[in-house]
């Protein structure tokens, strides 16, 4: 590991790159502590440090991917999720719209037009969603004295600069992540979801070793390091794994040659979704509450008692949680992944997988294969989503809320998929120029170029 590290600053192109990334994510933090013109940041302080106890849902979700920005209303409040949105709304929309599907299959002049309408649709939704977060400071926030984080005589003038700062800083966000991609290591879109979780993990990791310590219970904290470890290998397994369908061609008469492609291999993911079912498990599921919580819904003995049942930990929570995962990893799966098209692109190019007949028998043999893949990767799925409710519910005086979030899920999900993509272009950059990798044997290496 540590000559492979220094074999990676030895390379000029692949130092510039990974010095290039290391740059753009250091403008990103500095970034996220600039905060919005007109607000008082100490009024703001004691406004959430008011609600910490009762923590605020959604708020806190989406704000685990700014990486703290939203709770501190920066440039950066919203972070990349309007882009994320817009990005998952383009691809539910080539189902209705045939002009977005054909496209996407007119290779980099058609994804150059598509990604040209989800910067236009992120521009779109950040405004809608600037527009809320600045009228909710302006109306909502409000801490137990009446002081009020933006000052009760701004006006629309306020609102404009606050959206127009919001809007921008996504913005940059979006061309920080192209410009990643294209000059530096990785997604760079991944790569600032990540560095947003990552950074948050030594406060977390500090307040929950000052809890323990005041409990005086240091079982909770082996037990946690455990569950860390084990959760880390369940990512790596369901990030990883997959069913390799081989795939034959039969002989083809070029000229007066006969030719025939070698055997390949249809790779069908065991989690072929991603987070995606989870941002949007977690996005309806706290909804409820939420608006409950805004419409002081909370006088009512029914309504009390039902956003009781939506909040982290409770049973009603986990169980709807884990429906609605497996729902939409069917749904967004189903998205990605269709067997008819492959298999008509198969009995076109004369390929076949043993045994199976081409085409409807092709496409009902994947389709199979597919739900079974998906209902055990989403059952997977789910129960590594749930592990921060087992956490908050057990030991709710021992781990803050914020180092639950950390402990599964999406956070943990995000890191391994994009540390492990990081990892492999770093390999291949190095086994290109016949250096050692990460996972390399010399020997194994020195074969190759002898």
């Known amino acids: 590991m540590s000559s492979a590290v220094i074999n990676i600053f030895k390379i000029p192109d692949l130092r510039k790159r990974v010095l290039f990334t290391l740059f753009i994510l250091v403008i990103y933090r500095i970034g996220a502590h600039i905060p919005i013109p007109g607000i008082n940041i100490d009024v703001l302080k004691q406004y959430f440090a008011e609600v910490q106890a009762g923590g605020s849902g959604f708020l806190d979700f989406i704000d685990l991917f700014a990486g703290g920005a939203l709770k501190r209303f920066t440039i950066f409040a919203l972070g990349i999720m309007p882009y994320i949105s817009a990005s ?21 002049e058609g994804h150059k037009k598509i990604q040209q309408y989800t910067k236009y649709g992120t521009v779109f939704l950040c405004t809608i969603q600037g527009v809320g977060l600045t009228y909710w400071m302006k109306n909502a926030m409000k801490i137990s004295s009446g002081a009020s984080v933006v000052p009760e005589d701004s006006g629309i003038a306020f609102v404009i600069v606050a959206v127009i700062a919001i809007v921008t800083g996504t913005m940059v966000l979006m061309w920080f992540g192209e410009m990643i991609t294209e000059r530096g290591i990785g997604n760079g879109i991944s790569m600032l ?58 002989k083809r008469m070029i000229g007066s040659t006969t030719t025939q492609r070698s055997a390949q291999y249809i790779p069908i993911k065991v989690n072929a979704a991603g987070v995606i079912p989870i941002i949007f498990a977690s996005a309806i599921i706290v909804f409820p509450s939420q608006m409950i919580r805004m419409v002081g819904g909370t006088k009512y003995t029914f309504l009390n008692q039902l956003q009781y049942w939506f909040s982290f930990g409770q049973i009603p929570y986990m169980i709807l949680y884990c429906i609605l995962i497996i729902f939409f990893c069917f749904f967004y799966t189903s998205l990605r992944f269709k067997p008819d098209d492959i298999a008509d692109n198969l009995k076109k190019y004369g390929g076949f997988i043993p045994g199976i007949r081409p085409g409807e028998q092709t496409a009902e043999y994947l389709t199979t294969i597919l739900n079974r893949l998906t209902l055990s990767g989403a059952i997977f799925l789910a129960l590594i989503a749930v592990i921060p409710d087992f956490i908050i519910r057990f030991w709710p005086e021992q781990v803050p809320m914020e180092m639950a979030y950390l402990f599964g899920g999406t956070s943990l ?16 950059q190095l086994l290109m120029r016949h250096y050692e ?14």
């Open 437 to 450: 990798g990460f996972l390399g044997n010399k020997k194994r290496i020195q074969g190759r170029i002898n």
């Open 193 to 250: 979801i990540m560095a947003g979780i990552v950074v948050r993990l030594p406060d977390a990791l500090f307040a929950t070793m000052k809890k323990i310590s005041d409990t005086g219970e240091p079982i909770v904290g082996i037990l946690l390091i455990g569950i860390f470890f084990l959760v880390v290998a369940a990512c790596i397994l369901l990030t990883l794994g997959t069913r390799r369908i081989p795939v034959q061609y039969g």
């Open 88 to 108: 998952i709304i383009i691809d539910l929309l080539k189902v209705v719209i045939p002009h977005l599907d054909e496209l996407s299959k007119e290779g980099a």
């Open 413 to 428: 999900l995000i890191i391994v998929g994009v540390t492990l993509d990081t990892l492999k272009q770093i390999e291949s």
